[in-house]
């Protein structure tokens, strides 16, 4: 039996762990051939390996999202080796400027009273905005471009988060970068819409990744850090990763513009 994107080939940026990796393996479980764009190499390299020695076809590329070099290398790459392109993910993200590197002194979880707006430098907001909100933007329209050029149609799915509704002292460029992904997917969605590219994007809730294991690591003991999702419960990365593959798949296809949560109900209360 076929799977819903075979023959299909897709990007998956931030595949290299947590999310994307996640969507990456099930992209290709279904059958689509899957470029992965991370800066980490070491993760990316691990999951075009898994998915290479499953049968599957994959790629590998070290890709800075907010280097519009890079997005531009990784799409025409993909659309060279495989033939195409049919699907951009963007799942790539920081929470704070120094995520990457891993800087403790600077994690917003750990010394909030550092990541207040009062403290922060503006250096730290630019940052998170070239990765979060330039980044996609980058990634979504090199995708659109290719799409364009090769006379079919397409899928763009962007990450947003629940940090896009939910203001925060210590998140503001977080979630300043999460709402402008939603109205991003917005406007392109009604510019691609007419060469057939549906532009959806998913806003995650808290999910186990490495992103949320900082979040555990700063939590005091006692009390429940979850008690506000009415599912009492976080969700695994594959669980984002079914929705992503429902805004790829035909099965959605009467759907863009649309931000779907995957928060286990956080927005509705």
């Known amino acids: ?37 991370d800066v980490n190499d070491e993760g990316g390299e691990q999951v ?80 998170v905005i070239d990765v979060n909100l330039t980044g996609v933007m980058l990634c979504a329209r090199e995708a659109a471009r290719q799409m364009v050029n090769e006379g079919h149609g397409g899928t763009i799915v962007n990450f947003a988060s629940i940090n896009a509704y939910n203001p925060s002292p210590i998140l503001t460029d977080y979630s300043v970068s999460k709402a402008g ?14 060469h057939g590219i549906r532009v959806n994007a998913v806003a995650p809730g808290p999910i186990e990744t490495p992103m949320l294991a900082r979040v555990h690591r700063a939590q005091v003991s006692g009390g429940d850090p979850w008690g506000n999702v009415p599912l009492q419960r976080t969700a695994q990365p594959e669980e984002v990763a079914e929705a992503v593959l429902f805004l790829t798949s035909d099965r959605s296809s009467y759907v863009t513009g649309k931000t779907l949560g995957v928060d286990g109900g956080i927005s509705t209360v």
């Not at 994107?5 to 969507?23: A, F, H, N």
């Not at 076809?57 to 070099?69: I, K, R």
């Open 48 to 127: 075009a390996a898994q998915i290479e020695d499953s049968g599957g076809n994959a790629l590998f590329m070290h890709t800075d999202v907010s280097s519009e070099q890079d997005v531009l290398n990784v799409v025409a790459e993909t659309a060279a080796k495989f033939g195409r392109l049919d699907s951009m993910v963007t799942a790539a993200g920081i929470s704070y400027a120094r995520y990457v590197e891993g800087d403790d002194e600077t994690d917003p979880f750990l010394h909030p009273e550092l990541a207040t707006n009062l403290n922060k430098p503006t250096e730290a907001w630019q940052k």
């Open 1 to 37: 039996m076929a799977g819903e994107l075979e023959g299909k080939v897709s990007i998956v940026t931030g595949g290299g762990s947590g999310m994307g990796r996640s969507t990456a393996l099930m992209f290709a479980r279904e059958g689509s051939a899957v470029a992965i764009a």
């Open 181 to 194: 992904v939603v109205m991003l997917t917005r406007c392109f969605a009604v510019e691609f819409g007419p």
